[in-house]
């Protein structure tokens, strides 16, 4: 069984250790170990968010793009899903039900982050957070410029050819690097399946 961590408050930290929780440094949260009885910290347990994407690990993919704002280069990163990875589906009845995937994907659109995840992201980049868009009229987690601070909206990095993450020649594939995650990931948001990136 994975690790669960806690939404500990820094005034609470000392009993939540003394029942067994312990402390990682790296991402700055308290969690429940492997083999430690978890309902003892019930009031700590984080809140289970609506859901339609979620894997027993994942990747932080990264690439490089020209901003269409300011015409420099910027990192970009989205998060890259492993065969086995289940998507909520309806079946014939209308009835969500999760189909298990035998193919990588590449999340987009993407909501409701589990703090685990989040932290993560926050060791990587300031620059991939919540914004607005009026393109989708909704907000969600992108990217954004490193040097003028504008949104690169999903769209053009995942869905147009030859986007930062829908490469089109062995180059720009080889020019995405890949952090793999041996944690659990879950989000609210859309798959995107296919192309050159997924074979390489």
């Not at 989205?78 to 998507?87: A, I, R, W």
């Not at 189909?99 to 991939?128: F, G, N, Q």
């Not at 999903?154 to 020019?175: L, R, V």
Request: hydrophobic residues 35%; glycine residues 8%.
């Amino acid at each position: 069984m994975a690790r669960i961590n806690l939404n500990v408050p820094f005034s609470e930290k000392d009993e939540a250790k003394q029942l067994g929780a312990r402390w990682d440094a790296t991402l700055k949260v308290w969690f429940v170990p492997d083999g430690v009885d978890s309902s003892a910290f019930g009031r700590w347990l984080p809140t289970v968010p609506d859901v339609n994407i979620r894997s027993q690990r994942y990747g932080i993919a990264q690439t490089e793009t020209v901003c269409w704002k300011c015409d420099e280069l910027t990192r970009v990163y989205g998060f890259v899903l492993p065969p086995g990875h289940q998507t909520v589906e309806q079946d014939e009845d209308g009835v969500d039900e999760w189909y298990e995937h035998d193919s990588s994907a590449m999340a987009l659109y993407v909501t409701d982050l589990p703090p685990t995840v989040i932290a993560r992201l926050k060791l990587i980049t300031r620059h991939y957070y919540v914004d607005f868009s009026k393109t989708t009229n909704s907000s969600y987690w992108m990217n954004h410029c490193e040097n003028c601070g504008m949104k690169q909206g999903d769209f053009a990095i995942y869905c147009e050819p030859g986007g930062a993450f829908f490469p089109m020649d062995e180059y720009a594939t080889s020019k995405i690097s890949l952090q793999s995650v041996h944690e659990p990931f879950c989000c609210n948001g859309d798959a995107a399946y296919g192309g050159l990136f997924e074979d390489n």
